[in-house]
């Protein structure tokens, strides 16, 4: 941990939380379909993938969903089920981010699409304030686990892979930053990340920003 110079978190799991149910049964409502199925088509296909490393748009992607889910229902009714995934934070995390700034810099970095990226942005910016930076795939053009995406951060934040701790309830994610020489925690719960970052919440805190 002594050569750890900077804290960067995936952020659906780690600090707010996903339900995928919500968007399954807004379009199952709208559609006249059975939510159950829904889900059970559903997949984190190559249409998912691109329009996370910003590839495809929107509209675009929801077209992908008609198709793949068989539920034929308008592009807004789509965009608020899709938007509908994130129920709220998770709070013992968020409230450790608050206690973290000024001790060491934090990054945010998330696969992510911009519809999402527009929801959660807005609705969660107080809880974000902490980060000195946030990375999406939508915007770098490379998701995790991909060692460029993790590549590409390293440089913008301007350390060695080896300097950056990630935090990332993904296990392949986590597996692939370890490969790319990121060090890396499997976050199953607020607990491993209260553990991993004990050793920075005795130092006293400094100007945000600070190596």
């Known amino acids: 941990m ?11 799991g780690v600090i707010v939380d996903i ?10 409502r709208h559609g006249n379909a059975d ?3 829904l889900r059970s088509r559903f997949a984190f296909d ?17 077209e992908s969903l008609r198709r ?28 450790l981010l608050r206690d973290l700034e000024g001790r060491v810099p934090l990054y945010l970095f ?21 980060f000195d930076r946030i990375f999406t795939s939508c915007e770098i053009g490379a998701r995790k686990p991909e060692p460029a995406a993790f590549e590409h951060v390293a440089r913008e934040i301007g350390l060695p892979l080896g300097a950056i701790l990630f935090f990332d309830d993904t296990e392949s994610n986590v597996l692939g930053a370890r490969a790319a020489g990121m060090p890396a925690v499997h976050v199953r719960s607020p607990q491993d990340v209260r553990r991993a970052v004990g050793p920075w919440l005795v130092r006293p805190a400094s100007r945000r920003g600070a190596v």
Request: charged share 25%.
């Open 68 to 95: 793949t889910l068989g539920v034929d229902v308008p592009h807004e009714v789509f965009d608020t089920g899709w938007k509908a995934i994130f129920p709220g934070l998770i709070a013992p995390t968020v409230a």
């Open 35 to 37: 939510p159950a199925l």
């Open 110 to 130: 998330s696969n992510t699409n911009l519809a999402h990226q527009e929801e959660w942005s807005t609705r969660f910016a107080d809880a974000l304030a902490p």
């Open 46 to 62: 190559q249409h998912y993938e691109r329009h996370e490393r910003g590839e495809i748009d929107a509209r675009a992607y929801y």
């Open 19 to 28: 339900d995928w149910d919500r968007a399954f049964g807004h379009w199952a």
């Open 2 to 12: 002594s050569e750890i110079r900077a804290l960067l978190f995936d952020l659906g």
